[in-house]
């Protein structure tokens, strides 16, 4: 059962674009959803991570929007560059000391 | 920095082989992870340990063991190497709690033959 659904699979977005990527779950006691980003070769790092009781993060270009009563959140990111593109994965957890659980990745590239 | 080391990056073994896959980390964490990634199925846990000589099991945990003998190292045995354990394997680190950032190593990728 997969817990945190993430789409699109992948992305093509016009550089100068804003580039949208949304999750969403179903488990009411995740508390900690964060956005983790790989380049080729190279493992993920977190980008951007929210706690539910805010409704928006911003940081530089990125932002995430979290909706709680429709259990989802989404990756905005804004003019998007091509050293942008790479594969993004939404995650969630639950308080206290347990795994992340991810989204299934979304390959964004970004075209001049 | 924090550093996370999977020793080995690119292993090509045969069916049926013992496989071992190393990771070091350097930054005192409690929290270890092996994670298998595929195209199209993201990231799964394969086994996780919050402590020396703990483990738990994660959601693919079939076919894989891990030994964690010391806080800083967490190793992923394949106990008999199969065609469908080819993947991209990677380790991450973090301290313990919900909320705190996981650290990933560079991955390994194996390919049984």
């Known amino acids: 059962q997969q817990q945190v659904k993430q789409s699109p699979q992948s992305l093509i977005v016009q550089k100068g674009g804003i580039s949208i990527i949304n999750c969403a779950y179903e488990n009411t006691a995740f508390d900690y959803f964060p956005w983790y980003q790989q380049f080729p070769g190279k493992g993920p790092a977190l980008l951007i991570a929210i706690r539910p009781d805010v409704s928006e993060k911003k940081e530089g270009r990125f932002t995430i929007s979290f909706n709680k009563s429709a259990k989802q959140f989404s990756l905005h990111i804004m003019d998007s560059q091509p050293g942008d593109s790479a594969t993004y994965f939404c995650a969630a957890s639950i308080a206290g000391n347990t795994p992340l659980v991810f989204g299934k990745g979304t390959r964004l590239s970004v075209i001049a | ?113």
């Open chain 2, 1 to 113: 920095d924090v550093k996370v080391t999977q020793s080995s990056r690119y292993l090509v073994k045969r069916t049926g082989e013992k496989v071992f896959l190393e990771c070091v980390q350097d930054m005192d964490h409690e929290n270890m992870f092996w994670y298998r990634q595929d195209p199209g199925l993201g990231l799964r846990l394969i086994y996780f340990s919050y402590d020396v000589k703990m483990k738990e099991k994660g959601d693919i945990p079939e076919g894989y063991s891990v030994s964690r003998e010391k806080k800083e190292r967490f190793s992923l045995i394949l106990e008999s190497a199969s065609t469908n354990q080819t993947s991209m394997y990677l380790c991450a680190s973090s301290y313990p709690g919900g909320g705190n950032t996981i650290y990933f190593g560079e991955g390994s990728w194996l390919t049984v033959v």
